[in-house]
T-cell receptor, first 111, second 117 residues
Framework: EDQVTQSPEALRLQEGESSSLNCSYT??????LFWYRQDPGKGPEFLFTLYSAGEEKEKERLKATLTKKESFLHITAPKPEDSATYLCAVQGTGANSKLTFGKGITLSVRP | DSGVTQTPKHLITATGQRVTLRCSPR?????VYWYQQSLDQGLQFLIQYYNGEERAKGNILERFSAQQFPDLHSELNLSSLELGDSALYFC????????????????FGEGSWLTVV
């Protein structure tokens, strides 16, 4: 069974203080690893898909990287508007294409 | 805006009742997924439909059922509701090129808040 573990559960940063969010996963065969951002009471918003170890993707202050066991979401010089819950999910190579999610990391950026 | 539409946005109902949640997927998407999100459980996969057929089942209770119609919209039916069923229910959709080696990006709606009292 696919499993995703995210750490830490919560992270508080000062504006401009860079950090990384960790996602560890086990999956029988990786079709894709996904990062989503979720604001309170809203639906998850798609950020990135990573397909193979060594791949990196960037969007504004966010950069996602992938190894065979982990993914990192690096946040450079965060702003208060980056405060949200960041969700990691894996999609395995099965007949279905469901995502298995971690519990998320709640990021709070103080001005 | 992801393009996935869910109704109703909020719903309050009594224990023992039955409700129906509705979802319209993004234009062109054949797969519809239903997820439940509660504070302590995170996002839990319930069920997936692909082009009208059930493709995968997750942790869906027997009191819950879903279907996907010929126009690809989907409904999630929740019956004999209990207090513990209070949660955010998300619908998501993807193109789902079955058999492809690359992942299918799944886009989520804004959710239906269900409160059982």
């Amino acid at each position: 069974e696919d499993q995703v573990t995210q750490s830490p559960e919560a992270l508080r940063l000062q504006e401009g203080e860079s950090s990384s969010l960790n996602c560890s996963y086990t999956v029988s065969g990786l079709r894709g690893l996904f990062w989503y951002r979720q604001d309170p009471g809203k639906g998850p918003e798609f950020l990135f898909t990573l397909y193979s170890a060594g791949e990196e993707k960037e969007k504004e202050r966010l950069k996602a990287t992938l190894t065979k066991k982990e993914s990192f979401l690096h946040i450079t010089a965060p702003k208060p508007e980056d405060s949200a819950t960041y969700l990691c999910a894996v999609q395995g190579t099965g007949a279905n294409s469901k995502l298995t999610f971690g519990k998320g990391i709640t990021l709070s950026v103080r001005p | 805006d992801s393009g996935v539409t869910q109704t109703p946005k909020h719903l309050i109902t009594a224990t023992g009742q039955r409700v129906t949640l509705r979802c319209s997927p993004r234009s062109g998407d054949l797969s519809v997924y239903w997820y439940q999100q509660s504070l302590d459980q995170g996002l839990q996969f319930l069920i997936q439909y692909y082009n009208g057929e059930e493709r995968a089942k997750g942790n869906i209770l027997e009191r819950f059922s879903a279907q996907q119609f010929p126009d690809l919209h989907s409904e999630l039916n929740l019956s004999s509701l209990e207090l513990g069923d209070s949660a955010l229910y998300f619908c998501a959709s993807s193109v789902d090129r079955y058999g492809g080696t690359l992942g299918n990006t799944i886009y989520f709606g804004e959710g239906s808040w269900l409160t059982v009292v």
